[in-house]
């Protein structure tokens, strides 16, 4: 595979013309603002673009991508910067930054959102919530609704009811011609299939989505903690309940160390547990009859009960700041007894891994592996469970975190085939290894049809030569 990018070098480039292409401002390097600009939810990641755009609609977006066309240079859009990690050179790009694109509608009657490419999940949460309706967002409260749903998408929701990727209904974005246009199943669909799943930034600068809201006013979602010693007990269980569950239960599984501080609650503070979260969709017997393996297992905390969907968005208590933070993913086949012993081998008490490390299983399968009739390009994912390893990504830390967690994923390939989805890779993999060999086929001939220069850059890029 070859994404060198074979265009002129950019250096002595006048940039000037990008200059007024953006009310929420652009700038250039040695600019005051310029570092602020380049600063994104990822803190360990140091991106160094030749100029950072803030557009605040759509016109704006196709005055950048006009301007930076003209000038030579390649267009990088950025949500958040969850996933900014795998982005690479950014010398000759602008790094077009969405957060001044902000708006939303919910239309209750039709069961759609319109979000634009600014916003977070929490807003659209909190919106379509005064409705009585859910969306399927992930668990990061400040994750971008567009980079998470183009992506894939995987929610406390995903075993119900699939990738958020196919339930995104329009896309709204800004082509190679610098031209704004709206796809969806009757306009354009083959770019439509394309950008549901094949990442928005491989095809343009989405300026917005529009998906399904579903009738969803509570769940039975909430956590149940083990202290890690007892880690072994608990994941022989859970990996055995996790592959044959009904579809109305998603979990996660987690090693996780709180550090001694006191922002962290009593019971957590300075501790290292295990802890399974989660929702089901069902009534309140039924839940607790799926529940019932692994409640039997006694944990010291048990917090699972009827509660609000909005409520779900804060579930996982991700962080909602901006993060140093990285780690390594892999999607896996299979955990059999052998493949538990060695996850605890490697993530357990006695591991020896870096301070404040995580390792993550997510629940996979149910609708989240099954194709639906008119899904995009990431229609399912091929795994039953999502291996995700993270921890600090700050100065001598680092190298350690990514050698632990690199410890972790090679100590669990045995039970993966090396597919991946890509949302949750936070380094450069080859992209191929995130599709099936036919969408991978038909992803590389839509990217070159629409995108023939290779004006745009993604984080996980499908080559355009
Ligand atoms: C703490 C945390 C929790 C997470 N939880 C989940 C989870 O529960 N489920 C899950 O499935 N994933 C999860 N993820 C992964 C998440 O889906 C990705 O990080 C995703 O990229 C976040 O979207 P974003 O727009 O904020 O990303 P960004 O980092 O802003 O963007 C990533 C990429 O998306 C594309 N993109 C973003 N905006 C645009 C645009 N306007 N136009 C074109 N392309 C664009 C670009 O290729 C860009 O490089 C989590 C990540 C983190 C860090």
């Known amino acids: 595979m070859n994404t060198e990018d074979k265009r002129p070098k950019r250096a002595g480039?006048?940039?000037?013309?990008?200059?007024?292409?953006?009310?929420?401002?652009?700038?250039?390097?040695?600019?005051?603002?310029y570092d602020r600009a380049r600063t994104t939810w990822a803190l360990a990641v140091d991106l160094r673009p030749a100029a950072v755009a803030f557009p605040a609609d759509a016109a704006e977006v196709a005055a950048v991508v006009r301007a930076a066309a003209a000038a030579g240079l390649r267009v990088a859009p950025l949500g958040t910067g969850h996933n900014a990690h795998p982005l690479g050179d950014l010398s000759g790009s602008v790094l077009t930054r969405m957060s001044g694109m902000t708006g939303?509608?919910?239309?209750?009657?039709?069961?759609?959102?319109?979000?634009?490419a600014g916003v977070l999940w929490s807003a659209v949460v909190d919106a379509a919530a005064a409705y009585g309706l859910a969306a399927l967002h992930g668990s990061s409260p400040d994750a971008g609704v567009v980079g998470y749903s183009l992506g894939g998408g995987v929610s406390w929701y995903g075993r119900s009811l699939g990738l958020a990727s196919n339930s995104v209904t329009a896309v709204e974005l800004v082509t190679a011609d610098g031209s704004p246009t709206r796809v969806d199943a009757e306009h354009e669909p083959e770019l439509f299939w394309a950008v549901r799943g094949g990442g928005g930034a491989n095809f343009g600068v989405v300026t917005a989505i529009e998906f399904t809201l579903y009738p969803i006013e509570t769940a039975y979602a909430g956590m149940l903690v083990w202290d890690l010693r007892d880690a072994h007990r608990v994941l022989s269980r859970w990996a055995r309940w996790a592959a044959d569950a009904p579809d109305a239960v998603t979990t996660s599984y987690r090693h996780l160390e709180y550090p001694p501080i006191p922002e962290i609650p009593e019971p957590f503070r300075g501790r290292r547990l295990v802890v399974v979260d989660g929702a089901v969709l069902a009534d309140d017997a039924e839940a607790e009859r799926i529940l019932a393996p692994l409640r039997e297992l006694g944990p010291e905390t048990d917090t699972f009960g009827r509660v609000p969907a909005a409520s779900l968005?804060?579930?996982?208590?991700?962080?909602?700041?901006?993060?140093?933070?990285?780690?390594?993913?892999?999607?896996?086949?299979?955990?059999?007894?052998?493949?538990?012993?060695?996850?605890?081998?490697?993530?357990?008490?006695?591991?020896?891994?870096?301070?404040?490390?995580?390792?993550?299983?997510?629940?996979?399968?149910?609708?989240?592996?099954?194709?639906?009739p008119g899904a995009g390009a990431t229609a399912r994912l091929d795994g039953r469970f999502q291996l995700i390893t993270g921890g600090m990504m700050v100065g001598e830390l680092a190298e350690r975190t990514v050698a632990d967690c690199e410890r972790v994923v090679t100590a669990m390939a045995p039970y993966s085939r090396g597919r991946?989805?890509?949302?949750?890779?936070?380094?450069?993999?080859?992209?191929?290894?995130?599709?099936?060999?036919?969408?991978?086929?038909?992803?590389?001939?839509?990217?070159?049809?629409?995108?023939?220069?290779?004006?745009?850059?993604?984080?996980?890029?499908?080559?355009?030569l």
């Open 13 to 33: 480039r006048d940039l000037s013309s990008l200059r007024g292409t953006a009310s929420g401002g652009v700038h250039l390097p040695g600019d005051e603002e």
């Open 104 to 116: 939303i509608e919910i239309d209750a009657g039709a069961r759609r959102a319109r979000a634009e």
């Open 313 to 372: 968005m804060r579930l996982h208590l991700d962080p909602e700041r901006p993060t140093p933070g990285g780690g390594r993913s892999s999607l896996l086949d299979e955990l059999p007894p052998a493949a538990v012993d060695r996850l605890i081998e490697v993530a357990g008490a006695d591991s020896g891994n870096s301070l404040f490390m995580k390792a993550e299983l997510r629940q996979l399968g149910g609708a989240l592996g099954r194709s639906q």
């Open 420 to 464: 991946q989805y890509l949302n949750f890779q936070e380094e450069p993999v080859d992209p191929s290894t995130g599709y099936d060999a036919p969408t991978w086929e038909e992803l590389l001939r839509i990217r070159k049809a629409v995108d023939p220069g290779g004006l745009f850059q993604a984080n996980h890029e499908i080559p355009h």
